[in-house]
């Protein structure tokens, strides 16, 4: 059985999910990206080394103390659902 999670928890936050093995009934509006995509990692930004290769994928090393995300993850989030437009510029008082 997957565990359920709120949506509130989505909210600006990324999750880690194994896309092998998900572990968590989602949202269907839930936005998935790749983990690490074109040897990037999209949780940091920064390029995956050659050395940093499993026998499964790769890992990023740079963000791993904010635990292992390697390329069988995806990240998942929900959008803002506070969606503010800016309809004024607040310093001179000028429409934008
Ligand atoms: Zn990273």
Known sequence: MKKQISP???YGRQLVV???Y???DLPA???REEAILQGSCQRCGQKIPQWAYL???TY????????RLTSNDQLVTLAECN???VTENFLDGKAV
């Open 29 to 31: 509006q839930v936005k």
């Open 18 to 20: 194994n896309k092998n």
């Open 83 to 85: 969606q503010f437009t």
């Open 22 to 24: 998900p572990e968590y």
């Open 55 to 57: 026998p499964t994928g």
């Open 60 to 67: 990023c090393w740079s963000c791993h103390m904010l635990g």
């Open 8 to 10: 509130d928890l989505l």
